[in-house]
């Protein structure tokens, strides 16, 4: 559990075993459908800190609610995916939505780490909330979708502005359909498996909360459903420096570490309100 609202498996780092093959994403967990009762009081996790990378939740059931340290606030529903640079310090709290929890229902969620460059993890903190009719929709295959969050696929545009290029897609997949993916030289590339189960190239098969890592020479994979599946792709230009990492921090160095729990004891980071 994450808080008292999440229910997660954790597809990455396992261990940091897999470093820089899948920079610029740092972690990424999958809450796959999880249903929870009716509570008055909004299930989530409590006001906490974050420093020197974003967090990108995509929603898929359920609803959830947020606020933080500069006023934000903001609801997300299937679809929506927030996109949030913590940058030089945010507090927040992450919570279902308050109607959503009174009547209880299924969650099914992601949240991604995306690390920033030194020269960019100081940055203000910013939100781009890309609500769900906001994020393109390119068919594949007879019956299929790909849904463009950041990048570009076949010459659609996503609507979220990162700081290192990234491609994020969001793919359903019906049993039996298939898509080619051009994928840029030089970048990480993982995709994992939400749900149902997939072949790769034809001869490596993935089934659910599977992460597949692909080399970073240029390549087309072709991806086809063996079931109806749900799969996430990141695809990114690899961020090449050191990591130093540490509860809700992401950072280059040790002493940028101790400098962010300081700044944060001493309310640098703002409180909510
Ligand atoms: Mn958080």
Do not use: C
Not at 130 to 158: C, E, M, W, Y
Not at 182 to 196: A, D, M
């Amino acid at each position: 559990m994450v808080g008292d609202g999440f229910r997660v498996q954790n597809i990455f780092p396992n261990g940091n075993r897999l470093g820089k093959r899948i920079s610029p994403f740092f972690l990424m967990d999958y809450g796959a459908p999880a249903y929870f009762p009716p509570s008055d009081k909004p299930r989530g996790v409590d006001e906490h800190p974050h420093r020197g990378f974003e967090t990108v939740t995509i929603l898929y059931q359920g609803a959830l609610e947020h606020r933080d340290s500069a006023g934000n606030y903001g609801k997300l529903y299937p679809g929506d995916v927030q996109w949030m640079t913590a940058g030089s310090g945010v507090v927040h709290e992450e919570k279902h939505e308050t109607e959503f929890a009174r009547q209880g229902g299924t969650l099914e969620a992601v949240q991604l780490w995306v690390n920033l460059p030194r020269v960019h993890k100081m940055t203000a903190p910013r939100y781009q909330e890309l609500s769900k009719d906001t994020i393109p929709v390119v068919p594949v295959g007879q019956h299929s979708g790909l849904r463009v969050i950041a990048g570009s696929f076949n010459g659609h545009p996503g609507p979220a502005s990162t700081f290192t290029p990234i491609n994020l897609y969001d793919i359903q997949l019906k049993a039996g359909d298939s898509v080619t993916l051009s994928l840029p030289e030089n970048y990480s590339t993982g995709i994992v498996t939400l749900k149902g189960s997939v072949n790769y190239n034809e001869t490596h098969a993935a089934k659910a909360a599977e992460m597949a890592l692909f080399d970073t020479a240029g390549e087309e994979i072709s991806i086809t459903a063996i079931t109806d599946a749900t799969l996430l792709v990141l695809n990114g230009e690899p961020i090449d420096e050191p990591i130093f990492a540490y509860g809700p921090f992401l950072m280059n160095t040790e002493q940028d570490i101790i400098t962010a729990i300081d700044d944060y004891n001493a309310g640098k980071m703002g409180h909510l309100k």
